[in-house]
């Protein structure tokens, strides 16, 4: 295994204890901490594809994404703290 599988495999690993902690989060903040944890392995994971096939686009879309997944978070907890639900 080259260094490139195995950061790929850890970066892919702690992906999925965050999308477990989004299914199984006993609260709906821990899902949003569950959702951002995974968003920013996904990012991860796409700017080291980006660097390992030499495509600069690919990193352009991960910043994208990222934005968008910050974006995202905010509204999704300001509408849960208009509504009460805690």
């Known amino acids: 295994m080259t260094f490139d599988s195995v950061?790929?495999?850890?970066?892919?690993?702690l992906s999925i204890l965050g999308l477990i902690r989004v299914l199984l989060g006993p609260t709906i903040w821990d899902r949003m901490l569950g959702f951002s944890v995974f968003s920013s392995k996904i990012?991860?994971?796409?700017?080291?594809?980006?660097?390992?096939?030499?495509?600069?686009?690919?990193i352009d879309v991960a910043i994208i994404y990222g934005?968008?997944?910050?974006?995202?978070?905010?509204?999704?907890?300001?509408?849960?703290?208009?509504?009460?639900d805690i």
């Open 7 to 13: 950061i790929m495999l850890i970066v892919l690993l």
């Open 43 to 58: 990012i991860i994971m796409a700017v080291l594809i980006g660097v390992i096939i030499r495509r600069t686009y690919i």
């Open 67 to 84: 934005v968008l997944g910050f974006i995202g978070t905010i509204m999704i907890a300001r509408t849960i703290e208009r509504r009460g």
